[in-house]
C-alpha cells in the first residue's frame, strides 16, 4: 500500500472535514502518531500475540495494514519520516537520505544546514504538521508536539513549525530549533524515576516473548550485550530508559495542553530505541525483541492518558520509518550462503578510477558506462544503471526499480543506482546491520 493513505488519515483528523460524512464526524481532539524507529513488521508480528500492553490496546481497536511498505528502495531515518510527514515521496520531499553528496561534491547532511545547524531547508514539502498550523491558527489554534530522540526524526515530521525537541545527551536536557517548552526543560534521562541503570529483562529469558532471539546475533554484534549490565550516559540511550523517558515527556506535553484547554493537538512521537540497538546487536537480540517488551508495558499510560484527556476522542496511528535487515553472518550461518558483506573502498577499488564517490544506494562516477560494467562483476552486486535512465518502461509500482525511481531528486542523486543482492551488507562496519536495501525486511513496516 502506499503511505499516502497514512498522511491523508490525519490531515482529514486534524484539519477536519472533507466530506458531507466526515462534516457529522467530530474531529478528534487529539492526534497521536507513534513511529518506531526500525520498527520492522516482522518484530511487531512476533510480539503481538504475546501483547498484555499497548500493543495489544491498540491493536483491538485499530486498522491494522498488513502488507504496508515503504515506498522507496533505501530506507532510512530521515526519507522514512519525511516520507510519513508529507504523504510524498523522496522524489518530491527532497529527503533521498540522511546524508547526500551535492553537486559541489561536499555531504550534505538532511538535518544540518552548512554551519551545522538543524535546519529543515532541504524538505522541499510541507509536512502535516505544518499544513494542520496553517488550518487551524486563529480561533482554533493546533497545538503541536514532535519528540524525538533524534534530531532529523523530530525534525522531519515538524517541518517549519519550530516544534521539533529532541534530547541532548551531552547537557542530559531536550533542545531544539525554537524554545524549548518549560515542561519539557525538567525531564532528564539522569532523573531515578525512570529506572535503574541495569537493563534487565522484562521477562525470564523462556518467555516466548524472546521466542525468536537468535543467540548467534552476538557472535557478529558492535559490543557486548547490554543485558543485566549497568550502562553508561550513551548506551542508556538504547535502552528501555530513554524509551520511558520519551514517552513521560508526551504524557508531560498532554497534560500541559489539557490545563490550556484550547484547540486540538497533534502529537509526533519517534521512538529511537530499537534503531540504536538495531544498529548495534541486530534485529533477533535480547535487547531488540525486550525493547518492544517494555514498550509494550510503557505505552500504556500514554494511551490512557489520550484516552482520558481528550474524553474518548483521539485517533492514533501507530508505524515505523523502515524496517531492519539481519546480520549477514547470521544468516550465512543458518544457510544462506550469499550473505555477506561488501565495503564501499573495495566497490570504489573495483571500478578502476571510475567510481569518485559512493553513498549508497547512489554511486558518483567518472566514466559511467565503464563502472557500471565493473560493478556489475562484483558478487553480491545485482544491478547498477543509469539514474537519468528514461522513465519510459513504467516500473511496476512495488517493484525495486520504483522504490529507487521514488527516490531521485534532482542535484542530490548520483548518476549510478546500485541494487545489492538480498541479505548483502554495503558497509565499512564489520559489525552489525544497517537497513538501507529494497528488500522486504527493510521496507515492510507495522501500520
Known sequence: MKLHRYNKLLLSACIGASSPVQCALKPPAITCSIIIDQGSARIITDCLPYSTGGLAWIASRATRYLEAHQPHSAPTTAP????????????????VGNSWYNTDGEMIKAEYDAEKNPTTEYLMVDTLADQAALANSGHDPITLINL?????????????????????????????????????????????????TIWNL????????????????????????????????????????????????LRTGIQEWQTKKSGKLLATISLSGLDKVGHTYGPASYEAYDLVAWLDHDLMPLLT???????????????????????????????????GRITPTSIIEQGHGTITKLQPPFLYTENQKDAETA?????????AQSTADSDASAPAIGSIDHGFRALIYPDRVGDTILTR??????SEEQCGPKHNSPFNYDTHIPL
Not at 525470564?204 to 532471539?213: A, E, I, L, N, Q
Not at 543467540?215 to 530508559?241: M, N, Q, V, W
Open 305 to 339: 492518558e489520550i484516552e482520558a484527556a481528550s474524553n474518548g476522542n483521539f485517533c492514533i496511528v501507530l508505524t515505523a520509518d523502515h524496517g531492519a535487515q539481519p546480520i549477514p553472518e547470521v544468516t550465512h550461518h543458518h544457510g544462506y550462503r550469499p550473505a
Open 202 to 249: 522484562r521477562y525470564s529469558k523462556d518467555s516466548p516473548w524472546y521466542r525468536c532471539v537468535d543467540p548467534y546475533s552476538y557472535t557478529a554484534s558492535c559490543e557486548p550485550s547490554l543485558i543485566g549490565t549497568h550502562c553508561s550516559d550513551e548506551e542508556c540511550l538504547k535502552t528501555p530508559r530513554a524509551q520511558r523517558m520519551l514517552i513521560d515527556a
Open 80 to 95: 522514512g519520516h519525511a516520507t510519513l510527514s508529507t504523504g510524498t515521496l523522496a522524489r518530491d520531499h527532497g529527503i
Open 375 to 383: 560493478l556489475r562483476k562484483i558478487p553480491g552486486i545485482l544491478v
Open 148 to 196: 524525538s530522540l533524534k534530531s532529523r526524526a523530530a525534525l522531519m515530521m515538524a517541518g517549519n513549525t519550530q516544534t521539533a525537541w529532541w534530547y541532548n545527551e551531552k547537557k542530559h536536557q531536550f533542545t531544539g530549533i525554537g524554545p524549548v517548552p518549560a515542561w519539557l526543560t525538567p525531564i532528564s534521562l539522569n532523573e531515578a524515576r525512570y529506572g535503574d
Open 421 to 426: 543482492a538480498p541479505y548483502t551488507l554495503i
